[in-house]
């Protein structure tokens, strides 16, 4: 019983080593491609157990299933007791790699700057901002880790370049309404 066990070892290490050499060289990363098809799933590859079968889970399981089955051998385990632990360690490692994909999967940023999240935040004025609504200068300020330029209004008077300003509300796509800090 010692050979299906070195076997599912040696052929799950190899498979491991060359994802990990496929990784390093670039070959193993995900590409974005539009293929003219709208998807509902953002990432997601399905529920359930389908959800989770892929190489790297499966490729786990085998090396794993190899791993337990010649370390229990080796404390002398029967072998109705070495295949048990060896299917629970595959089983186990299955479970384990999903997990952590899943949960590197959650740490995609899609990137956009939300200009609704600018309000409240403090920035400087780039191109003055005439008073009263009448036209709109230019500000910087720091949102999502980022220095962001917006058009600018103000309903109080004029803020000359330089000016300390605070955002108080969002009024279009790139303009926001601000009074001095």
């Known amino acids: 019983m010692e050979t299906p066990f070195l076997v599912c070892a040696i052929l799950g290490s190899t498979l491991l080593l060359c994802q990990m050499l496929t990784s390093l060289l670039g070959f193993g990363a995900d590409h974005d491609t539009d293929a003219g098809a709208d998807s509902d799933s953002a990432g997601d590859h399905g529920d359930g157990l389908f959800g989770i079968i892929t190489l790297r889970t499966v490729t786990a399981a085998v090396l794993f299933f190899g791993l337990g089955g010649r370390t229990a051998l080796y404390y002398e385990a029967s ?22 994909m899943r949960s590197l999967a959650r740490l995609q940023s899609d990137g956009t700057v939300r200009i609704e999240r600018a309000v409240g935040r403090a920035g400087t004025v780039y191109l003055r901002s005439p008073g009263g609504r009448s036209s709109a200068g230019k500000i910087h300020l720091m949102l999502q880790n980022r220095t962001v330029e917006y058009q ?25 309404e601000v009074e001095a800090a």
């Open 79 to 100: 072998e109705p007791r070495a295949i048990a632990f060896a299917f629970a360690a595959g089983i186990a490692a299955f479970y384990a790699v999903a997990a952590i």
């Open 152 to 176: 600018a209004i103000t309903t109080g008077t004029e803020l000359p370049t330089g000016t300390p300003v605070k955002v108080v509300a969002v009024v279009g796509p790139d303009t926001v």
